[in-house]
């Protein structure tokens, strides 16, 4: 059966991207690479709209994660965690892990965190380090306001903004420098279009500063010491070589798409994915805010949700993603980012319809892929 | 101009795994890459000829070998570590971000250490909690007796044999279970001949023991957590799923080898190109115990071994590599491990002395080459 992947990471790689990862190996300090990383370097600048170093790492998104608890914040330290998700529950975990004190705001599934909440929060407690959030809460399909976030963060001089962007960066709007972010993290396996191995971390002069008096144990992810490194073209340790051969090319398509075009891209899909469930009667798990990565679709009442993940795979060759945890068997998700365009919505959305009306819900064909090539169709 | 890359890791990748990497990505928690990482981990196993889980960590070695002190030490717990090279000081290291004290053995740059300097210090000190070494020093190219040394190391019920095999494991015999060794750390750009990103970590039921009451802070290097996601065929975070695609392909073709053919071959080649070095006039670096893995090469009195590696590089696209620290310039190396045969070695040795020629050392092209053909030749 011909496979199709649109699971919320890891992505779809172009065939362009494989090949080129499919290169004779270059040597990590040869001057080969060292150009090459300095175009990555810079590209990678222009994704995430900074002028701050975007560290490498040979890491999954979680390894950035952890290093941008344990290279800021002391034991004892405290940090405002927002938690709408399960990659909210895991800035929590990694804080623990770090004896990092956490403020928890606790955010029910399928919403966002409201920046009144943040606001509150710090003016009560003045001794808080770092607020952790995620731009895109990949397990509810929520977009949480990063930038009205960030507006009060700025206010603390001695407060970093930390974002988890692993499934947002790439897909919409992140203005690292304009908006005040300190500590940006993504991964290669999501936008990038990547195999999974890579995380990327951009930090500002803010959390440069403070973190100069961490005191958490750090080693593999000491980001010093990458920055050091990177200032010479190479990483601190042996590079993932092959991923950041296809990170140049990722890039490279990118550009030539262009930054808004390609937020203008997965917006649209996201969108006509959106509606196009609607139209059959399915209801969005977000209750605000979707974002535009992945679309969390509930499974209609008296059907399984975890049921419809699974006939998608098997009876379609579909690999999309299924509910984790609390949402497990209640909602499906379709990825919306990366090497994605028009006809993977359609396959989605028609394989959905197929799906359900196998399992004996109510609905007519083709509904929901009309009302996909209304949207797709309109410039 | 063509391009052979002879460096201590990364090292060459097959056209078999290049390819099989560059199929579409499968994902990390579909029914297939399940079945391929159940096969992976009994070949693994077969690696390491251990029982042991062997674990899979979306890391270069050196995340390996951090979890390898943060899952199995307490801050104040005392550490042996054997520093004989470049990787010697990064165990010594690694143990000091993590507030691990250390009794260190210095070694002598070129030679190995001796067993019994590890016993008098065990019996000095029955509070070490763990012996840490390289099986073989990639900075000198040479093996220490990792054998002798775990039998020193089992008569201590509380004490560990930590390794670090990165370069070794898969060049020749590391018998896990059979010498006892708790903890063994591989890489996939050594042996494994795949691009750097993956790290194997074999563990004992005595380190799961010891390691169950260890109180540094980890998390994404979480062994118990990535144990208990092995089980169930997953890994705890995203895997590098392109990657352990390759591993799978690539242990295939180890084991079709056989795992004494791999050794003999590695054995056979590191043998030939330290005969053929000799031949010229050349000194081996190693004073003794010279490790198959990799052969390091003195630079003649009053030449640059820089310019050797610089050479090889630019007149005869050649990716060698040079002295790490205190021995850039005094050395050059060249690996004998992974995807390489007899023609990797005759191509090595006669680039070397073409190279040397052309810096006016005196010496007859095809000498060491031929002593190659004769060593090669024979069965």
């Not at 990471?9 to 290169?23: D, Y």
């Not at 001057?31 to 990383?37: N, V």
């Not at 974002?163 to 420098?177: E, L, P, R």
């Not at 300190?182 to 995380?199: C, E």
Request: hydrophobic share 45%.
């Amino acid at each position: 059966m011909k496979r199709y992947l649109l699971a919320p990471g890891p992505t779809q790689v172009s065939p362009e991207v494989l090949l080129s990862m499919a290169a004779p190996i270059l040597h990590h300090r040869a001057p080969e690479f060292a150009s090459l990383l300095e175009r990555v370097k810079a590209d990678l600048k222009w994704l995430f709209q900074t002028q701050n170093d975007v560290l490498i790492l040979a890491s999954t998104g979680t390894g950035g994660m952890e290093g941008s608890v344990s290279n800021f914040l002391s034991p004892g330290d405290k940090a405002l965690v927002v938690n709408g998700g399960k990659f909210g529950e895991r800035w929590l975990r990694i804080c623990s892990a770090y004896g990092v004190k956490t403020e928890e705001i606790k955010v029910e599934w399928g919403f966002a965190v409201s920046p009144a909440q943040i606001q509150a929060a710090l003016q009560r407690d003045p001794t808080i380090r770092g607020v952790f959030t995620q731009a895109s809460e990949t397990s509810t399909g929520v977009a949480h306001p990063i930038r009205e976030i960030a507006e009060i963060v700025r206010q603390h001089e001695d407060c970093l903004m930390v974002v988890d962007a692993v499934s947002a960066m790439g897909v919409f709007d992140i203005q690292t420098d304009a908006w005040g972010l300190d500590v940006v993290v993504t991964g290669s396996q999501k936008a990038l279009a990547l195999p999974p191995g890579l995380a990327m971390v951009s930090i500002s002069e803010k959390a440069w500063r403070l973190g100069a008096t961490a005191k958490n144990p750090r080693f593999y992810f000491n980001f010093k010491k990458e920055r050091e490194s990177l200032s010479k073209n190479q990483t601190a340790y042996t590079a993932a070589v092959s991923l950041i051969v296809g990170l140049d090319q990722s890039l490279k398509m990118m550009k030539e798409e262009g930054l808004q075009n390609v937020f203008a891209r997965c917006g649209k899909l996201a969108h006509a994915t959106r509606e196009a469930m609607k139209s059959i009667g399915l209801k969005l798990f977000p209750k605000e805010c979707p974002s535009d990565s992945v679309t969390a679709v509930e499974a209609p009442d008296g059907f399984d949700g975890q049921q419809v993940y699974k006939d998608l795979r098997v009876k379609y060759g579909i690999t999309a993603a299924g509910g984790q945890d609390q949402l497990k068997g209640k909602v499906f998700r379709i990825a919306n980012m990366g090497y994605v365009d028009t006809f993977d919505v359609i396959t989605a959305v028609a394989a959905v319809e197929m799906v359900l009306k196998g399992m004996g819900y109510p609905l007519k064909l083709g509904t929901g892929v009309g009302v996909a090539q209304e949207i797709l169709l309109k410039k």
